[in-house]
């Protein structure tokens, strides 16, 4: 990221010189434009640079360096792509985005899923303090419930990972040595190639 995430110290001096760049997704539309006006009004130095209403464009742009937010708050239940799935697929391929879900419903609902699938932090959308702190921590890379100290586990002994730490872990699941189904004629499938998330395509050979 561009702001150093997880490596460079969360200075006042930072914030005011390097604006943290959010992008938005819900597929609400009235929602999206609630969430932006909220999002910039809770701090001088957020920036919602783009919206979506598509969970599969979020995660197009997130995966391009042209328009790759610092954080990406996503809602967590969308049509055609779910928050967690949106989480998923860019955390496998990068840790230079952070990833906040954002959600109406139980938390409790999404918690374990947004953890596996390399979220920062989880926090309800009435819950404004919540979304900046989440927000502000995960441009940093670092999980909401974290400290300086390493102090990670959340309520219910969950622990949001850090997005670097989380990358890694989805990065080796999705290599082809977790493979979804064994080699045809010794070349792999195509749902075994590196970084396909799981489900998201039927074998070939099949």
């Not at 702001?3 to 005011?16: C, L, Y």
């Not at 932090?121 to 909401?144: E, F, H, N, W, Y």
């Not at 080796?172 to 499938?189: I, M």
């Given at each position: 990221?561009?702001?150093?995430?997880?490596?460079v110290a969360?200075?006042?001096?930072e914030?005011?010189?390097?604006?943290?760049?959010?992008?938005?997704?819900?597929?609400?539309?009235?929602?999206?434009?609630?969430?932006?006006?909220?999002?910039?009004?809770?701090?001088s130095?957020?920036?919602?640079?783009?919206?979506?209403?598509?969970?599969?464009v979020?995660?197009?742009?997130?995966?391009?360096?042209?328009?790759?937010?610092?954080?990406?708050?996503?809602?967590?239940?969308?049509?055609?792509?779910?928050?967690?799935?949106?989480?998923r697929?860019?955390?496998?391929?990068?840790?230079?985005?952070?990833l906040?879900?954002?959600?109406?419903?139980?938390?409790?609902?999404f918690r374990?899923?947004?953890?596996?699938?390399?979220?920062?932090?989880?926090?309800?959308?009435?819950?404004?303090?919540?979304?900046?702190?989440?927000?502000?921590c995960?441009?940093?890379?670092?999980?909401?419930?974290?400290?300086?100290?390493?102090?990670?586990?959340g309520?219910?002994?969950?622990?949001?990972?850090?997005?670097?730490?989380?990358?890694m872990?989805?990065?080796?699941?999705?290599?082809?040595s977790a493979?979804?189904?064994p080699p045809?004629?010794?070349?792999?499938?195509a749902?075994?190639?590196?970084?396909?998330?799981?489900?998201r395509?039927?074998?070939?050979?099949a």
């Amino acid at each position: 990221m561009g702001n150093g995430m997880g490596i460079v110290a969360d200075t006042g001096e930072e914030k005011a010189s390097a604006p943290i760049r959010i992008g938005l997704v819900d597929n609400d539309p009235y929602a999206v434009k609630v969430l932006q006006t909220m999002i910039e009004r809770m701090a001088s130095d957020f920036r919602v640079v783009w919206t979506c209403d598509l969970g599969a464009v979020a995660i197009s742009r997130c995966l391009n360096p042209a328009k790759r937010p610092d954080v990406l708050v996503t809602d967590m239940s969308m049509g055609d792509v779910s928050g967690t799935e949106v989480c998923r697929a860019i955390r496998a391929k990068t840790p230079e985005v952070g990833l906040v879900g954002v959600t109406s419903y139980s938390l409790a609902s999404f918690r374990d899923e947004a953890v596996r699938c390399g979220a920062q932090a989880l926090v309800a959308k009435t819950d404004l303090s919540g979304i900046a702190r989440g927000i502000r921590c995960a441009a940093r890379g670092m999980p909401m419930d974290g400290d300086a100290e390493g102090n990670g586990v959340g309520r219910g002994g969950a622990g949001f990972m850090d997005a670097i730490s989380a990358h890694m872990l989805l990065e080796d699941a999705a290599t082809p040595s977790a493979g979804r189904c064994p080699p045809r004629n010794g070349r792999p499938c195509a749902c075994t190639q590196r970084g396909s998330p799981p489900g998201r395509l039927r074998c070939a050979s099949a």
